[in-house]
């Protein structure tokens, strides 16, 4: 998939003027690191999920996948990956595709498949990013406990590997 033209240095100002505004080893209560969420407090730093939750606010944003220029469909996104996640993936869209000042049909297509590859995305990495380490790890165990080639004392039935 290609996400089109992307601005590395515009990524990166993004990203350093979030962390200077924190300082270093900023963090939640929660464990939240990620600067684009994190405020200060007295006491420390709070995220936006826990500053809603603490007044009593939905921890949940509407978010536009193919930005509010282009499209009035919605989706609740937790408010921390809305903000340090998505709303992060449409600034490398072109600024012209997301803004789509003149309306154009054809940026409203260009947006709404921008913004469906980065929500397939983004459920994706939810629903199924923990799978493959957990699997690692779990082969590791495995292995500890049953040795090398484990599975042939498991079942006849196990995939085989086509090596």
């Not at 963090?27 to 405020?39: F, I, Q, Y």
């Not at 999920?49 to 609740?76: M, Q, V, Y």
């Not at 500890?144 to 995939?159: I, K, T, V």
């Amino acid at each position: 998939m290609t996400k089109g033209p992307v601005d590395p240095i515009a990524e990166y100002r993004r990203a350093e003027k979030a962390q200077r505004r924190l300082g270093k080893n900023a963090k939640c209560k929660c464990g939240e690191t990620r600067p684009e969420v994190l405020s200060r407090l007295s006491g420390g730093y709070i995220c936006e999920k826990c500053a809603r939750k603490k007044i009593g606010r939905s921890e949940f944003d509407r978010h536009h996948p193919a930005g509010k220029s282009n499209c009035r469909l919605t989706i609740p996104i937790p408010a921390n990956d809305h903000r340090a996640r998505l709303s992060v993936e449409q600034y490398s869209w072109p600024p012209r595709t997301l803004q789509n000042r003149g309306r154009s049909p054809l940026l409203a297509v260009a947006a709404c498949v921008r913004g469906f590859l980065d929500t397939v995305t983004y459920l994706m990495d939810g629903l199924l990013g923990w799978i493959p380490s957990t699997l690692e790890e779990l082969d590791d165990k495995l292995t500890d406990l049953l040795g090398r080639q484990w599975w042939n004392r498991l079942s006849s039935q196990a995939p085989r590997s086509k090596r």
